[in-house]
Nanobody, 119 residues
Framework: QVQLVESGGGLVQAGDSLRLSCAAS????????MGWFRQAPGKEREFVAA??FYADSVQGRFTISRDNADNTLYLQMNNLKPEDTAVYYC??????????????????WGQGTQVTVSS
């Protein structure tokens, strides 16, 4: 069983930065394929970043990284915009994914962390 716990969300102003963390437990972290997703109020969950892939809306502003020694996945978010407001989730799978942008390929999800960007 894999447990994921996100942290680092908060209320910021447009143009600010935040770094989200996702602490993973369970089996060997380095064997997980992982990604970030988000869900805004009234909207469907959407892909943010995984591996080399980024959503067009965050390309050039967000950076995904991982520290296998600390079992942690990160999402560095710069130049935040009000439209980035959402609950952010990290997700993991022990199987190699064919499309990291597809949330259905992930087996484990965290509880989410709220990011609110004011204009």
């Amino acid at each position: 069983q894999v447990q994921l716990v996100e942290s680092g969300g908060g209320l910021v102003q447009a143009g600010d930065s935040l770094r989200l963390s996702c602490a993973a437990s369970g089996r060997t972290f380095s064997s997980y394929a992982m990604g970030w997703f988000r869900q805004a109020p009234g909207k469907e969950r959407e892909f943010v970043a995984a591996g080399k892939f980024y959503a067009d809306s965050v390309q050039g502003r967000f950076t995904i990284s991982r520290d296998n020694a600390d079992n942690t996945l990160y999402l560095q978010m710069n130049n935040l915009k009000p439209e980035d407001t959402a609950v952010y989730y990290c997700a993991a799978t022990l199987s190699p994914y064919t499309d990291p942008r597809n949330g259905l390929e992930y087996d484990y999800w965290g509880q989410g962390t709220q990011v609110t960007v004011s204009s």
